[in-house]
């Protein structure tokens, strides 16, 4: 039987409860899942592309069970990337209509660079759908408190970086 690989690709600056909980949910879907961190230095990242493997890494050593989880940095199309990892689908949360639309758009241009990578899309849990890196950034940096919103170890990261 031939191997279920998925592809959960992000930023991930910082990860969040919203990225942790499609993480937990799509490790019961596949026998692999390889989360693929973006050097998208357009992004301006809070954390180096290092630090957030590391993040990833040690925020999801829990949840793998039965399924394999590796976490690799990566550049260049999402969709060449998909195929070096062997990816079968390419995992994407929806937290609210806008994103949607977002996806849809690529998940129609995707489609037309390899038609045989599915994109599975999960909806965020409903104490997550708010949830945005980009926000949890901001919060933080105007001292609002974010406890809800990261894991504690990624909040003492914030938290430090912006006391800098």
Same mark, same amino acid.
């Given at each position: 039987?031939?191997?279920?690989?998925?592809?959960?690709? #992000?930023?991930? !600056?910082?990860?969040?409860?919203?990225?942790?909980?499609?993480? *937990?949910?799509?490790?019961? @879907?596949?026998?692999?899942?390889?989360?693929? +961190?973006?050097?998208? &230095? !357009?992004?301006?990242?809070?954390?180096?592309?290092?630090?957030?493997?590391?993040?990833?890494?040690? @925020?999801?050593?829990?949840?793998? #069970?039965?399924?394999?989880?590796?976490?690799?940095?990566?550049?260049?199309?999402?969709?060449?990337?998909?195929?070096? /990892?062997? =990816?079968?689908?390419? +995992? *994407?949360?929806?937290? =609210?209509?806008?994103?949607?639309?977002?996806?849809?758009?690529?998940?129609?241009? %995707?489609?037309?660079? %390899?038609?045989? +990578? &599915?994109?599975?899309?999960?909806?965020?849990?409903?104490?997550?759908?708010?949830?945005?890196? *980009? @926000? /949890?950034?901001?919060? =933080?940096?105007? #001292?609002?408190?974010?406890?809800?919103?990261?894991?504690?170890?990624?909040?003492?990261?914030?938290?430090?970086?912006? =006391?800098?």
């Amino acid at each position: 039987m031939k191997e279920r690989v998925a592809l959960y690709p #992000g930023t991930f !600056d910082p990860l969040t409860n919203g990225h942790i909980d499609i993480v *937990r949910r799509a490790v019961k @879907l596949y026998d692999k899942l390889v989360i693929g +961190i973006a050097r998208n &230095e !357009d992004k301006r990242p809070l954390f180096s592309l290092d630090e957030r493997v590391e993040m990833a890494l040690d @925020l999801t050593r829990e949840y793998t #069970g039965e399924t394999v989880i590796e976490v690799r940095p990566f550049s260049g199309l999402l969709m060449h990337f998909a195929e070096e /990892v062997g =990816a079968g689908a390419i +995992i *994407r949360g929806l937290r =609210a209509v806008s994103d949607f639309e977002y996806e849809f758009q690529m998940v129609g241009m %995707n489609q037309r660079l %390899n038609p045989d +990578i &599915e994109t599975v899309f999960l909806m965020a849990d409903p104490r997550h759908q708010a949830i945005a890196s *980009r @926000l /949890v950034k901001e919060i =933080a940096r105007l #001292g609002g408190d974010i406890t809800a919103f990261v894991p504690p170890t990624i909040k003492s990261r914030v938290l430090e970086r912006f =006391a800098k």
